[in-house]
């Protein structure tokens, strides 16, 4: 079972993350080359819940994918 500080140190250690269908990422480490400067750093998108969602904040971001897995991931 994932905990939310299980998928915290996949993202802080440059990973994503795509459990059934919901995906997480830092955004900066997927466009490493892009010129804009985001302040949104994670994206979290499911085609399945019809959401596309961009956070400043990592705890944010891992609280929606989390809720988007429901019983998937703990604590």
Not at 34 to 63: F, G, P, T
């Given at each position: 079972?994932?905990?939310?500080?299980d998928v915290?140190?996949?993202?802080?250690?440059?990973?994503?993350?795509d459990?059934d269908?919901?995906?997480?990422?830092?955004?900066?480490n997927?466009?490493?080359?892009?010129?804009?400067?985001?302040?949104?750093?994670?994206?979290?998108?499911s085609e399945?819940?019809?959401?596309y969602?961009?956070?400043a904040?990592?705890?944010?971001?891992?609280?929606?994918?989390?809720?988007?897995?429901?019983?998937?991931?703990h604590?």
């Amino acid at each position: 079972m994932m905990t939310k500080q299980d998928v915290k140190a996949v993202i802080y250690g440059g990973g994503s993350l795509d459990v059934d269908g919901v995906s997480i990422c830092n955004i900066d480490n997927v466009m490493k080359n892009a010129i804009i400067k985001r302040s949104a750093k994670y994206q979290v998108w499911s085609e399945k819940h019809r959401c596309y969602n961009l956070y400043a904040n990592l705890d944010e971001a891992v609280n929606k994918f989390s809720s988007l897995l429901k019983d998937k991931i703990h604590g």
